[in-house]
Structure formats: C-alpha cells, structure tokens
C-alpha cells in the first residue's frame, strides 16, 4: 500500500534532526587523570573505585 500524499523534504529532515551520532563523553579518572568512560574501570591504571582496583597487565606480543 502506498502513502496518499508526499510527505515533504522539511517534514521528514524535522523528524530526523535528533538522529545525529553524540560525541562520546569521557570523564577523567580520579587516581591518574587520563580520561576513561564513566562507570568503567580506567583502562591505564584499572581504577573503578576506593575499593576495586583491576590488574593492567602489559601487552603481550
């Protein structure tokens, strides 16, 4: 079934204006200052809270 009237350019760009991709919000981390995102664990120091460290191990090649 098709529509029963065109539905204009401005309408539809209207509807969309929201749909642009947000730049990722990064926050830094508390212990080395590098940024991370938030309510993760940092990916430098391992740092999530005074209580939780996780172990940065170095790259394996």
Known sequence: MLPVKKMSKTRTRTRRAHHALQPTT???CPKCG???LPHAACGTCG???AKVM???GEKEE
């Open 54 to 56: 996780l172990p940065v």
């Open 26 to 28: 990064l926050s830094p």
């Open 34 to 36: 590098k940024p991370k």
């Open 47 to 49: 740092y999530v809270s």
